[in-house]
């Protein structure tokens, strides 16, 4: 199937022209790019699409999220991390979540993600207590059905909760240690045999479009043997290994604590670094930090909404940029962000960044963040040559913007006015591997109706759900303040 996109407004974030726009056309042949330029015309039997007071701009990359979320979109707010995950990923309590929700859960993700430009998501999946493959499968096959691209994890965390953080086994009553440390843990063993089980069943499914990732889910939380065997593993399969480093001032603490040193140096002391790993965050970062980072060719998803709304800190983008470190960006769960709209995320990233600073030379520019939204996420999911910019052989991930709309008008800057002005609302055709997936705001492989039926009868069962592990977790509440107060003072103290 060949799709013709005549003479349209292009950002194709390529080498050459980045994120200037230029007037060009685009022949699209079995999913794959296959001519960009000014002389081209349509051949007999192309689908064309005329580029009229058309935008064309690569689909926008989400580097960071978790669709488990979904669940609890818009339940919370006013905790920090530490306490915010005690509800919205409960330590107590059987979570653990049927594929047929799991299914639910993904399809709405999905095509939230879809209808706001997003062709590729890097989707940290967690389960409680643990994920199976059952649960593994159902979020495959979403995204298979909904034609989304999409790195999909195994996170695990193989500690008990308990001791993955500073001073809470102090301030915690025995019995409730002793539950949470009872529970069923899965083995470094365990997790790379489910992975390397994984990559077989999922690597590379849908023509290329869905791979497995690793997430160890942060240096604190697994065992040094986890650490070191997830990075070689995802080196192995060219795949991504997708940890959380230095997301609050806790985990700067942390590291102190558990190993004298900063995460970052920990990982790179026991081998667990690579071209392959992501940071999810990296706020708490030092400057050895970042040179350590570069040096590793680690990438980095910057999640400011999500930071602001859990109040994490701000992140150094001006010295990641400076160093040469890859930044792509994320929004982050639904619950913690409580969207997937990439849009928001990059007007919120161009500025964020800008406050705080008097050097305005300093500031991010829109260059950085759309490349950081497209061609930088990419990157950091291993996923570089395949997509995040409009090139020849890539595959045809793009959006295509309806110019005469109330965000484009007056036109000025057209790539400004994308971060500054554009909502979503000027999209005419979202395009994943040379597929039209949304056409003019509606999803064309998923019924969306029906999601949002099946959400609602299910109502009171998912609140009552949700009610009940919030009492049961409420236990941990005077203590993990206690810690979080304790660790943020001593950051405080410490001139962090």
């Not at 989707?123 to 409680?128: P, S």
């Not at 055709?429 to 959400?455: C, N, P, Q, S, W």
Request: overall charge negative.
């Amino acid at each position: 199937m060949s799709t013709f996109i005549s003479s349209a407004t292009v950002i194709t974030m390529d080498p050459v022209t980045g994120s200037t726009p230029i007037t060009a056309s685009i022949r699209i042949d079995d999913g794959v790019i296959v001519a960009i330029g000014t002389d081209l015309v349509p051949g007999a039997g192309d689908t064309v699409i005329d580029g009229t007071d058309r935008l064309v701009a690569p689909g926008l990359v989400n580097a960071h999220t978790h669709s488990w979320e979904t669940l609890f979109k818009g339940r919370y707010d006013n905790l920090p991390l530490e306490l915010w995950m005690l509800f919205s990923y409960p330590i107590l309590g059987n979570s653990h979540v049927s594929p047929d929700l799991v299914r639910l859960r993904t399809q709405l993700f999905a095509a939230e993600s879809l209808k706001a430009g997003v062709t590729t998501v890097i989707d940290d999946v967690l389960e409680n207590p643990t994920q199976d493959f059952d649960q593994l499968d159902a979020v495959f096959e979403v995204y298979g059905e909904v034609g989304i691209r999409a790195n999909i994890s195994g996170h695990i965390i193989n500690k008990p909760f308990v001791d993955t953080l500073p001073f809470v086994a102090d301030l915690l009553d025995e019995s409730v240690l002793a539950e949470v440390r009872g529970a069923d843990i899965p083995t470094t063993d365990d997790y790379l045999a489910f992975s390397r089980e994984a990559f077989t069943r999922y690597h590379g499914a849908h023509g290329g479009r869905l791979r497995y990732m690793v997430a160890p889910s942060g240096p604190q939380r697994c065992t040094d043997d986890l650490l070191v065997g997830a990075t070689q593993l995802a080196l192995e399969n060219d795949a991504e290994c997708h940890i959380h480093v230095l997301e609050t001032q806790v985990q700067r603490v942390t590291g102190q604590e558990f190993y004298g040193k900063t995460l970052p140096a920990h990982l790179a002391e026991i081998g667990a670094l690579s071209p392959n790993t992501t940071f999810a965050h990296g706020i708490w970062v030092s400057d050895d930090d970042i040179a350590l980072m570069a040096d590793a060719q680690v990438s980095v998803s910057h999640n400011p909404i999500s930071n602001m709304k859990l109040g994490s800190g701000l992140a150094p983008w001006r010295k990641y940029q400076d160093a040469g470190v890859n930044l792509g960006l994320g929004s982050d769960g639904a619950s913690s962000s409580d969207t997937p709209r990439m849009l928001e995320v990059l007007k919120a990233a161009a500025l964020l960044h800008k406050v705080g600073d008097s050097d305005f030379e300093l500031w991010p520019t829109v260059d950085e963040v759309l490349r950081a939204g497209t061609i930088g996420g990419a990157r950091s999911g291993v996923l570089h040559e395949t997509t995040g910019s409009l090139e020849v052989g890539k595959r045809a991930d793009l959006v295509v913007y309806n110019l005469d709309t109330l965000a484009f008008t007056p036109r000025n800057k057209l790539d400004l006015q994308l971060v500054y002005s554009e909502n979503g609302s000027s999209i005419d055709y979202v395009m994943v591997d040379g597929k039209i997936v949304v056409d003019h705001g509606e999803l064309t492989t998923i019924d969306e109706r029906a999601i949002i039926a099946e959400f609602a009868s299910r109502r009171t069962e998912l609140q009552s759900w949700q009610d009940d592990l919030e009492k049961l977790n409420r236990v941990f509440v005077p203590g993990f303040t206690e810690m979080y107060h304790r660790c943020t003072g001593a950051a405080s103290l410490a001139g962090v």
